[in-house]
């Protein structure tokens, strides 16, 4: 690996060569915060001998591959453009152009290219801010990446306009020395970034950046999993043809499918959940060593294929509106949908493999049903109520049987494997009902106490719907009501805390809801009775309903929610 290193400054650095943003790159990821550091410290407190430290680049044939200083070189061209059109602004037409000659410029065919050259922005940043004249609007479909060069634009754009109408608005000076005073300022700050110091290291070719690139995004840099694997897998996978990057392309849909979800998902939190399904348990600190030691050059394809096909299951299980669900499946929606309530994430590797099993035909709706029910069973009691918390034996527990089921062959292996974790393993680590029930009887909700409201409101639906024997409730149409009002037309004597008991709530239509209102109780035992909704002994047969009643019925349905209900 042949490497040289030289003193330089930023101007020179663009005046010399054009500069490109490999494939391997993650997108620009500054935000507020450091870009007005960079303002700050290059601009503001510049005393003309400023360092920005190391500047890596590689030879990319009719361009510079940039392998570190990528977020700077961006930032040094977003403020090099709004200065630009601040000397435009001014009437500083020669200075305007000087500028952009770093901007954009021919090459030795004579064609026009833009010194810094990305993919993963484009056409937003050559469109809309290296564009010399009238750049178009911001696109309505901007993405992330978008978003943030055009924040650290308008910031510096907003800068210097204040630096100009300063200028301007000297009580003391005449319109020309104002004019004198404004190209001075904006001169001063062109000569500083310009004047910049780094270090600036070249390489041989692409595979020694790769390498580079590792090394400095290993060690205390700020680099994701998620980044370094796709440095991995675009270096393994080089595309035959130029205008073709087949492995880019594939990662950028993985990237849009993630960007696109309402759900809060990460890339890297996903490879490592599909790493798990499937290979050795490792945490995803130290996952990138073991999938650079398995996925090879052969591989690489495939395990990228992988990727794609399963961003798609990973998001759905997460966000389940995501996917069109058949009838048939709507038990599977459901129990993913409690999962989310109940803000899990350590089954998400078994999930993952039983989604990916289902949609390759290897499972039938009945297993994957069941397996799914029984997890949120057991994260109902274990997670919502117990509030136990989650040991890495949890997460290994899931992991291993992920892995296992990827592995079994046959139909009747798989069944056997996702029955055997069913009995050996949630169950036997589901909480004692003595566990259990403090954590039930605790559960409340009125408008002053809403926090708990989603879980209370699940919990009203699938006791309501595993007692009725006709339609089931919709949850999305149905309200929550309280036995005892919150807001009594006379004093019950109930403290709110009672009110709000899981004991004294019931779920019924809102039709229902209004026709009972703030009645009294032997009212609504009446209207309840003849209306054709399922309503618990315990409310029909009682003649009064006080404190005892609600203690009475918060324990029996607690009772109930742990042996038949959510059993598992």
């Excluded at 310009?194 to 070249?202: D, F, R, S, V, W």
């Amino acid at each position: 690996m042949k490497i040289t290193c030289l003193d330089k400054q930023v101007g020179k650095l663009l005046a010399e060569s054009f500069y490109r943003i490999p494939r391997f790159q993650r997108p620009y990821s500054w935000d507020r915060t450091n870009v007005e550091d960079f303002w700050k410290d290059a601009v503001v407190e510049n005393g003309g001998q400023y360092f920005i430290g190391n500047f890596v680049v590689y030879d990319d044939k009719s361009a510079m591959g940039v392998v570190d200083g990528q977020q700077r070189l961006t930032t040094i061209t977003l403020l090099l453009c709004a200065l630009r059109n601040a000397f435009e602004r001014e009437g500083f037409a020669n200075l305007a152009k000087g500028i952009h000659n770093l901007i954009e410029r021919s090459d030795i065919s004579d064609q026009l290219l833009y010194v810094l050259q990305t993919q993963t922005s484009y056409p937003y940043l050559q469109e809309h801010i290296q564009k010399f004249g009238d750049p178009p609007g911001t696109p309505q479909d901007a993405g992330p990446e978008e978003q943030l060069l055009k924040q650290a634009f308008q910031y510096f754009e907003g800068n210097l306009a204040e630096i100009v109408k300063s200028a301007k608005n000297h009580p003391s000076l005449s319109a020309d020395k104002k004019r004198a005073k404004i190209q001075e300022e904006l001169t001063k700050i062109r000569d500083r970034i310009l004047g910049l110091k780094l270090i600036y290291t070249a390489l041989e070719n692409d595979d020694d950046a790769y390498i580079i690139f590792e090394t400095l995004n290993t060690r205390g840099k700020d680099l994701t999993l998620s980044d370094l694997v796709k440095s991995h897998l675009v270096r393994l996978l080089k595309p035959a043809n130029k205008g073709v990057d087949l492995a880019k392309d594939k990662w950028d849909k993985i990237s849009q499918v993630f960007e696109a979800s309402q759900a809060d998902l990460s890339i890297s939190t996903f490879i490592h959940h599909l790493w798990l399904s499937r290979y050795e348990y490792t945490t995803e600190k130290k996952l990138y060593k073991a999938l650079k030691a398995r996925i090879k050059k052969e591989s690489a394809a495939a395990f990228l294929a992988d990727l794609v096909k399963e961003c798609e299951i990973y998001r759905y299980i997460q966000e389940p509106a995501y996917r069109k669900w058949k009838k048939e499946e709507f038990e599977m929606r459901d129990s993913l949908l409690a999962m989310n309530l109940f803000r899990i994430k350590q089954q998400l590797p078994l999930v993952l493999s039983v989604m990916r099993q289902y949609e390759d035909g290897q499972l039938k709706t009945k297993h994957v049903r069941s397996i799914l029910s029984a997890i949120e069973n057991f994260h109902f009691s274990f997670t919502a109520i117990a509030s136990q918390r989650s040991s890495g034996g949890i997460s290994f527990m899931y992991a291993l049987a992920g892995r296992d089921l990827h592995k079994a062959k046959s139909l009747e292996a798989k069944a056997n494997c996702l029955q055997d974790f069913q009995k050996d393993k949630l169950a036997s680590k589901r909480p004692h009902y003595a566990e259990f029930e403090p954590g039930f009887l605790e559960l409340k909700y009125s408008t002053q106490m809403s926090k708990q409201k989603p879980l209370v409101k699940y919990i009203l639906t699938k006791i309501y719907q595993a007692n009725s024997s006709g339609l089931p409730i919709d949850p999305e149409q149905a309200t929550i009501e309280h036995l005892a009002a919150e807001n009594p037309a006379k004093s019950t004597g109930l403290s709110n805390e009672k009110v709000a008991s899981i004991g004294n709530l019931i779920l019924i239509s809102q039709a229902l809801n209004n026709e009972l209102a703030n009645k009294d109780f032997a009212e609504k035992v009446k209207i309840l009775n003849s209306a054709k909704v399922w309503v618990d002994p315990v409310i029909l047969n009682a003649k009064t309903w006080g404190p005892a009643e609600i203690e009475q019925r918060t324990k029996l349905l607690a009772k109930e929610a742990y042996e038949k209900v959510w059993a598992v």
